[in-house]
């Protein structure tokens, strides 16, 4: 074999064993991807299975929400343009609140995942954050388990306050701010407010109706029900889309 024929093969050689390498490498950095994510998906779910207790009694309901979520049609000012995943909760064919996963979009570290639970006659019965980026010490007290300020939000509604009153004191609102937080605090109310306006927008008059003509209703709006085995990974995929990369102390 001359010198050159000698340097080519070398080329090619050296050129198939990066390749393999790299074929190697690509395929394990997607599988660890995968595990990973795979985690950070059941983790996701156990958290807003939990924060379902905080935001509506179990004792209220007789259905399982949790397990049908309904996925509603998106709106460009809230949720980031992405379409709402609600729940309904319903006792003795009575709807008694629709809970619904948001985010708000402008918090001081990036958005912030809330579950919000809104009885049938307009009001929150509870707010619970599910995942945020918000400074330790800070703008982490939006967390129930480190202080009581997202309980301040509980019974309130479009009318108490009214709209134009749905903001920090700082800013001439009627909510109390957090310390040295004042716009993750901005972030979590205006988020609140927009996910009342969405579900009256969504179901004006009917919250009071029973749970099949608000099913069809939900129905005309061209909502999606996967209840088949199937369609179950689908629902929480659509749920959680927007969480996967919004990991934070909560998830792990």
Do not use: C
Not at 46 to 58: C, D, G, H, K, P
Not at 104 to 111: C, E, L
Not at 205 to 224: C, G, K, L, P, T
């Amino acid at each position: 074999m001359n010198r050159g024929s000698n340097y080519l093969f070398k080329l090619l050689s050296t050129g198939l064993t990066v390749g393999v390498f790299t074929a190697i490498g690509v395929t394990l950095v997607s599988l660890v991807h995968q595990a990973t994510a795979e985690q950070i998906f059941e983790n996701q779910r156990e958290a807003i299975r939990q924060a379902f207790n905080q935001v509506l009694e179990s004792e209220r309901y007789d259905n399982q929400p949790f397990d049908h979520p309904v996925e509603l049609e998106s709106a460009e000012w809230i949720n980031g343009g992405e379409p709402i995943t609600v729940y309904t909760a319903i006792s003795k064919g009575q709807l008694i609140a629709t809970l619904l996963s948001v985010e708000a979009q402008h918090g001081y570290n990036g958005k912030i995942t809330l579950l919000v639970g809104i009885l049938s006659d307009g009001t929150l019965s509870g707010v619970e954050v599910v995942a945020h980026h918000e400074t330790p010490g800070l703008g982490d007290k939006i967390e129930s388990r480190r202080s009581p300020w997202i309980e301040q939000f509980h019974g309130r509604s479009l009318a108490s306050p009214k709209q134009d009153d749905w903001g920090v004191k700082r800013d001439g609102g009627a909510f109390d701010q957090i310390s040295g937080a004042t716009v993750t605090s901005r972030a979590v109310i205006q988020s609140l407010k927009k996910a009342l306006t969405y579900i009256q927008q969504q179901i004006p008059s009917r919250f009071n109706e029973e749970s099949d003509q608000v099913m069809e209703m939900y129905d005309n709006r061209h909502a999606r029900e996967v209840i088949d085995e199937a369609g179950n990974q689908y629902r929480w995929e659509s749920l959680h889309k927007h969480l996967v990369h919004s990991s934070s102390s909560l998830w792990i």
